[in-house]
Structure formats: C-alpha cells, structure tokens
C-alpha cells in the first residue's frame, strides 16, 4: 500500500516571531494590561527587600545621595553660590534626575535579562518595558515625595503654594520621556551589547550638563552654553519642579507644551523604533 502525501493548508500560519502591524501590536499589547500591572506591582519595591532595614532605605537612600553631592559640590567646590535654598535645589535635582537614569540603567539589560521569560512564551516585548516602567514610577513615588518634603522643610519660613501641584503632571510627563528613554536603549543594548559601556558615560555626562548641584546662571556670559544646557529635556524636568516646589511658579504654557511634546514624543519614537525590532528578540542569548 503505497503512502498518499498529506496536504496542508498552510496560509494561515503565522511565523513565531513575525512581527505584527503596529496597530495589531498595540492591541496585543493593550490585550496584556493586566499582566503588565500584576506584574509590575509585585516587582515595585523589590530592591531593598532582602536589606535588614528594608523599606528604611527608600527614605534614606535618596538623602544620602544628595548629602554626598552636597558635601562633594556645595562645600568642597562652592557650587551653591546664589542659589537660595541649595539643600532643596539639590535634593530635587540628585533625586528626580536619577529616576531617568534608571530607565536607561534598566533599558540596558532588559532583553537580556529576561531571556527566559522571553524564549518561553509568546507576547509583544514592549510588555516589559511597559511593566518596568510601572514599576519605576510605583519605586519613585516615595524619594519623590523625600525630596519635596526635604526642600520645603529647609524653606520652612515659606508656605508652599498651590503651583506646588505642578508637580503632579510633571512627575508623569517625566516617566513618559523616561519609557521613551527606555525603548530605545532596550533596543539598542540588545543589538549592541557595548553600548552598556557607553550608556553609563552618557549618564554621567548627563548629569553634569542637566544643572543638577549647580545654577545654570553662571553661565550668563556664555549664551550658547547656556541655550544648550536649557534645551536639555533633564534640566526642563528639573526646572519645573523646582520652580513648583521652591519658587511657588508653574511652567509657563510654552514651557508645558514642550514638556509634553517632548515627552510623548520621545515615549512614541521609542516605541516605533522597539516594534520595528520585534522579531529579533526571540534570538536572545
């Protein structure tokens, strides 16, 4: 009895790690809010979880950094010069800038880090970065709130105001630009392991041009210096929320306008330049 081949249909099979249209993408990912949230919550504060004084560390942490910065540049270098309030300038500028560079951090190991999750189980990659920026805004809520509570407190004499609530859409047009932030360098570190290297002197280059410890005002005789360093979206983010919590001023609406321009902006290019590598990170080693 000869053996009769056997004829499927196969139009209707779909490659593991095709990638999908963008808008189908977007769905799917939609389709996967509650594991990104579930997931997402039980990561959040996971950090200090094995430390002896746990969640003392969320507090204190964020302190300790800005009492280094403030030793290091404020006494030692004499960069508080004409800055009125420089505890709460620097305790806002080390704490807020640092919840960018932890997208960055974060975005560099990403894909790798969670190969497994990844080579097991078929789903839209951007839920990682969507779960892990989730989580980072859940961590950051406590040093944020350490460090508007710091500054006002070396202020005490001045009431704050109701700009003080500027923060609010800020603090979230922050974490927008930093996931923008984070779809790119996830992308890019996958594709180029090196760049981890480059991404660190990145940040700490950042960190230096972004007015963290200092005013930009010394560089009043030098107006390119300083249209460069305010065309910084890190010194916009540090600038509006000084200005919310020390000054009592909210953003102008240009001002604002950038800030959600630039935010959204970078949150949907990063997003479109993620996609578009879709396929490839089944390949993860």
């Known amino acids: 009895m000869s ?58 942490s964020p ?79 406590v040093p944020a709130l350490v460090a508007i ?13 109701f700009a003080i609530l500027w923060v609010i859409p800020v603090f979230a047009l922050l974490h927008i630009f930093g996931t923008g932030l984070m779809f790119f360098v996830a992308r890019l570190c996958f594709q180029i392991p090196d760049l981890q290297a480059l991404v660190r002197i990145f940040q700490r280059g950042w960190f230096y041009i972004s007015g963290v410890f200092f005013s930009i005002e010394r560089f009043a005789t030098q107006p390119l210096v300083q249209d460069v360093m305010t065309a910084n979206p890190a010194y916009m983010f540090l600038s509006a929320v000084r200005n919310a919590v020390l000054y009592g001023t909210g953003p102008g609406l240009g001002d604002f306008f950038i800030l959600v321009a630039v935010s ?17 990170y089944g390949a993860v080693q």
């Open 149 to 161: 509570i710091a500054a006002l407190f070396a202020q005490i004499s001045t009431p704050p105001t």
């Open 63 to 141: 302190l300790l950094d800005a009492a280094m910065y403030g030793v290091i540049f404020g006494l030692l270098l004499r960069t508080s010069r004409g800055i009125e309030n420089y505890i709460g300038y620097l305790v806002i500028g080390v704490i807020f800038f640092s919840f960018l560079t932890k997208y960055m951090t974060s975005g560099a190991t990403l894909i790798k880090s969670s190969k497994n999750m990844i080579t097991a189980f078929q789903f839209p990659r951007a839920s990682l970065v969507m779960s892990q920026s989730i989580r980072m805004v859940l961590d950051s809520t």
């Open 3 to 60: 053996e009769q081949p056997i004829l499927v249909d196969d139009s209707k099979f779909l490659h593991l790690h095709r990638r999908p249209s963008f808008t189908a993408y977007l769905k799917s990912l939609w389709g996967r809010r509650h594991f990104i949230w579930a997931d997402a919550r039980g990561r959040s504060f996971e950090t200090d979880r094995d430390y002896y004084l746990g969640k003392f560390w969320l507090v204190a």
């Open 264 to 280: 959204f902006g970078t949150f949907g290019l990063g997003m479109i330049y993620f996609w578009r590598g879709e396929e490839k």
